[in-house]
């Protein structure tokens, strides 16, 4: 076996959310999604920029780089490609048209993009889709052995795969072939009930609860057979994804009694049962599958990733509910950790390094795997935008920041290096105050320009988690729900028990009304002082002044923007929007002080914002 090199490089592009990954030893050194860079949501184009900043955060340039690896097998998806629409012919002609080109230029030619981009001659590495997902769950897990279960939308034949990771290598035992695939289950609701595909699958899971689940038996007869140990076969004549360029069929239409809703027309209690019911559906496979890997491996930690474990509240339940005693879920579980996924495989497998596991701390840093602007870049930036802003002491900072949240202010907080994935973990998140019956409503509709009804995160202290909700281990990437602690929760009346769906949305249902959704429950971020310093000891300031231990915190962006990776992106959303105060490392900036803001583009039109 070769010596392992110091720098592999991984990288994840083409389909959708590409990425690079710089790994130095054993060490994870930087990650970051390309559309950060590129300010276009979901970029899928080679990421140079993202690869660019991981060399610079080491240091090095690509002659370094002892390795690179492609996250994908591009050979293996153009042959299912040319099945696929040569299967269906002429029915797929349409979709291939578009598809083809993009695939033949882009995917069979990695190899000479990687090398043309990069300027580097070493080897270029190989992994197969899932493979690349199994690993970014396992590697970086704190676990020694675990089951592996990984569920995706697409990706090459297998959809699904139950593998065990065991010290440096990883085995796929189990796979669930495409086109039978969970995650294009939950995308097509999502497209029938008039959301964007491949983005909007959350305000599915976050309109669920307003639901009843009404349509899950007719799912489970009409548009699909599942078995037993999780695997199943999709009704095809239901789905049109295969053939044409809608997700759902008019056989599909049929069956659910009308054509999908328009996107941004009034939501209807349809769409919140069918939400609830893919929910329900979703949950149930995922429960079998998790119980098919725990009969297969007989191990007791389970690691997630792929998109589908995304669904924070199907991995709630399977916490509580499942048969596996620890759960580790990988925090960029989408298609940009499969860059993470394929380095850590090259350096495990391909060459053999040894994994060094801490018990009970994983090696992602927290996430925080992105950029880090100095104090005298931020200022230079400010001084350049004539920005009007006060530069403080930590403890000073602190504290004016806690008042300003305590009096229900809304604060845009930049700190530390960006997290890696799709959530904002207190180094790019906007902050409010949980106890305010307003807040919900004020950050969805004037800071985020979004749906009324989209639930918002707390971020609790890790040591008082188990005061505000029925939990008690860590979550420290936001991927659990839990119930609100029963003391907690406000019961609700006869009369507004009896409101509509939404309606139901401005009733407070606890003392944190701000985070807690219709059904109790609450998507948790647990903060600790070892992976983020600054960020626990303002909540912690919060809960000297306050007596409260929980801030809401909603990543830094607005709707179809990618969450903010500059200052200079800070400050502009935080100018466009209603964000009372700004954050920008050790600098404070409030909204009333600043100079006149000429917008330049039309980025309401931009964002398709309200
Ligand atoms: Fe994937």
């Known amino acids: 076996m070769p010596h392992p090199p110091e720098y592999i490089l991984g990288i994840s592009a083409f389909y959708h959310d590409s990425a690079a990954c710089l790994l130095r030893g054993d060490e994870i050194i930087a990650a970051a999604s390309e559309e950060r860079f590129t300010r276009k949501k979901g970029d899928p184009a080679f990421p140079e920029r993202a690869v660019a900043f991981c060399l610079q955060e080491a240091g090095i340039t690509s002659k370094d780089l002892g390795a690179v690896g492609f996250y994908d097998k591009p050979l293996l998806k153009f042959d299912r490609i040319l099945e696929t629409y040569f299967g269906v012919a002429p029915k797929g002609f349409k979709s291939f048209l578009l598809a083809g080109p993009l695939w033949i230029k882009d995917k069979l030619y990695i190899d000479q993009q990687v090398r043309t981009a990069l300027g580097y001659e070493g080897p270029v590495l190989y992994a197969e889709h899932h493979e690349s997902h199994a690993a970014s769950a396992f590697f970086p897990s704190p676990f020694e052995e675990a089951a592996i279960l990984t569920m995706d939308g697409v990706g090459e034949w297998a959809t699904a795969t139950i593998g065990v990771g065991r010290g440096n290598d990883i085995e796929i035992v189990k796979e669930l072939h495409w086109p039978d695939s969970l995650g294009l289950l939950y995308s097509a609701i999502t497209y029938y009930t008039g959301f964007k595909v491949n983005s909007g699958e959350y305000k599915v899971m976050g309109l669920a609860p307003y639901g009843e689940p009404k349509y899950v038996d007719l799912m489970l007869k009409e548009l699909m057979d599942l078995r037993e140990d999780g695997s199943f076969t999709l009704n095809q004549k239901y789905f049109n994804y295969l053939a044409g360029l809608t997700m ?8 659910f009694g009308g054509p999908p809703r328009e996107p941004e027309t009034n939501l209807t209690q349809k769409e919140m049962d069918l939400a609830r019911s893919v929910q329900e559906v979703t949950e149930e496979v995922m429960m079998r599958m998790a119980r098919t890997a725990h009969r297969e491996t007989g191990l007791d930690n389970l690691c997630l990733a792929g998109g589908v474990a995304l669904n924070c509240v199907g991995n709630g339940k399977l916490l509580r509910e499942g048969p596996f005693k620890r759960l580790w879920i990988q925090p960029a579980s989408g298609d940009a950790g499969g860059a993470l996924g394929v380095a850590q495989l090259i350096a495990y497998r391909h060459f053999g390094r040894r994994r060094t596991v801490v018990p009970c701390k994983d090696s992602m840093k927290g996430a925080y795997l992105g950029p880090e602007y100095r104090p005298e870049a931020i200022e230079a930036f400010l001084k350049e935008q004539g920005a009007t802003y006060t530069r403080l002491e930590p403890a000073e900072l602190r504290s004016q920041v806690a008042q300003l949240l305590a009096d229900e202010k809304i604060v845009g907080w930049f700190n530390g290096r960006m997290e890696f994935g799709p959530r904002a973990l207190g180094a790019r998140s906007i902050l409010g105050d949980p106890r305010s019956p307003r807040m919900q409503a004020q950050m969805n509709l004037k800071i985020k320009f979004r749906e009324g009804f989209r639930p918002f995160a707390p971020s609790v202290l890790r040591e008082r988690v188990a005061d505000y909700f029925e939990m008690d281990c860590d979550s420290p990437y936001m991927l659990l729900v839990a119930p609100v602690k029963r003391e907690r929760q406000i019961p609700m009346t006869a009369l ?44 912690a300031e919060f809960e000297r002044i306050t007596g409260c231990a929980v801030l809401v915190n909603t ?56």
């Open 248 to 255: 759902t069929s008019e056989a599909f239409n049929e069956l």
């Open 496 to 539: 507004q028990r009896s409101l509509w769906g939404i309606e139901q949305l401005n009733v407070p249902r606890s003392d944190i009304p701000a985070v807690t959704h219709i059904d109790y429950s609450a998507r948790v971020q647990t903060v600790t002082r070892e992976t983020n310093p600054d960020y626990y000891d303002l909540i």
């Open 555 to 610: 990543s830094f962006n607005v709707r179809g923007e990618p969450i903010v990776c500059s200052p200079e992106d800070a400050y502009r959303c935080f100018m466009r929007t209603h964000i009372d105060c700004l954050v920008l490392g050790p600098f404070l900036l409030t909204k009333t002080a600043q100079p006149e803001w000429e917008e330049t583009a039309n980025w309401k039109q931009e964002f398709q914002l309200d």
